[in-house]
């Protein structure tokens, strides 16, 4: 594994959150329900994310359906995204 390939997951996955805490900042200031969801879309991206990261393949190779996990989380995590755009 490379550490340049666990490095740049790392950091996906911190950018992931740091926009979500930063949606919900903008939640909290003007009330806005649509940012309540794209922060809740970027947690769940990040989340899938930290399902696809090598760190956790290398740790926990025997999880089973990690795939499947990953993916509900991203999709979850979009469809939250684009609901919030089309409110």
Sequence with gaps: ???????????????????????????????????LYISAGFVCISLGGVMDCSLLNTYLPSLLHTGLFRTGFVLAGMGLISFSLYR
């Design 1 to 35: 594994m490379s550490t340049l390939l666990v490095a740049a997951n790392l950091l996906v996955i911190a950018l992931g959150f740091l926009i979500a805490a930063q949606s919900f900042r903008g939640y909290r200031r003007h009330q806005n329900v649509t940012m």
